[in-house]
């Protein structure tokens, strides 16, 4: 009959998608495991990269990036730029750009559009 026929097409859709649930279900679970593991690596490494450089000189810091580690001058604020955090034992001085149009609105002139570009 066609209300038999209809609770058997039901049955077959709820069990199909039970067990694409599990699947998914199981699926995010390695992902999540997989991720764990990737990053629970990367801090191991930081960690004996850290042993690796050894002291830098106080213009110097160490850049984690290479592989080994080494140590490297600090960034100079090139013209155009101003410096928004120190140079440290372990990340670089970081650098920003000057945008001259909104500390002097004026620079360009009127009916003028300005636009930023890096540097001077």
């Known amino acids: 009959s066609f209300q038999s026929l209809q609770e058997d097409i039901q049955n077959y859709f709820e069990s199909h998608l039970q067990g694409l649930q599990n699947q998914v279900r199981s699926h995010l679970q390695k992902s999540y495991s997989v991720h764990k593991v990737e990053v629970d690596a990367k801090v191991i490494n930081v960690g004996e990269s850290l042993l690796d450089c050894g002291l830098c000189e106080s213009d110097e810091f160490c850049n984690f990036q290479k592989t080994p580690s080494q140590c490297e001058k600090c960034t100079l604020c090139p013209a155009g730029f101003f410096q928004m955090a120190e140079c440290s034992a372990n990340s ?19 009916r003028i559009k300005c636009l930023n570009t890096p540097g001077k």
């Open 92 to 110: 670089d001085r970081i650098c920003q750009d000057r945008d001259e149009c909104t500390e002097s609105p004026s620079i360009c002139g009127e």
